[in-house]
Nanobody, 120 residues
């Protein structure tokens, strides 16, 4: 009964910007944390950025100073503002949410993925 819907990916030139959004809906009691992961061809899925319900953040070294994660707890939505994009940022980006459900239990959910391509 929980769904994560992502949007905002696309094609952008090096140095450009994109803003990704991920909205969670369903029988959510509370969200512990939400984050963004990415996976490029031939590479493992890796953490890009994460944020707790209290506002604590964590970033991969490769995106520090360029990406900013934020959230709207009331809307169960997380955002990723990506600036100064580089070709090496090209990947499929996946939203993740760690949450307690209304009926009980703690679960991880994943979005469908959105493609970000940085190329001239």
């Amino acid at each position: 009964q929980v769904q994560l819907v992502e949007s905002g990916g696309g094609l952008v030139q090096p140095g450009g910007s994109l803003r990704l959004s991920c909205a969670a809906s369903g029988s959510i009691f509370s969200i512990i944390s939400m984050g963004w992961y990415r996976q490029a061809p031939g590479k493992q899925r890796a953490l890009v950025a994460a944020i707790t319900s209290g506002g604590s953040t964590n970033y991969a070294d490769s995106v520090k100073g360029r990406f900013t994660i934020s959230r709207d707890n009331a809307k169960n939505t997380v955002y990723l503002q990506m600036n100064s994009l580089k070709p090496e940022d090209t990947a499929a980006y996946y939203c993740n949410a760690d949450m307690w459900l209304v009926q009980g239990g703690r679960y991880d959910y994943w979005g469908q993925g959105t493609q970000v391509t940085v190329s001239s």
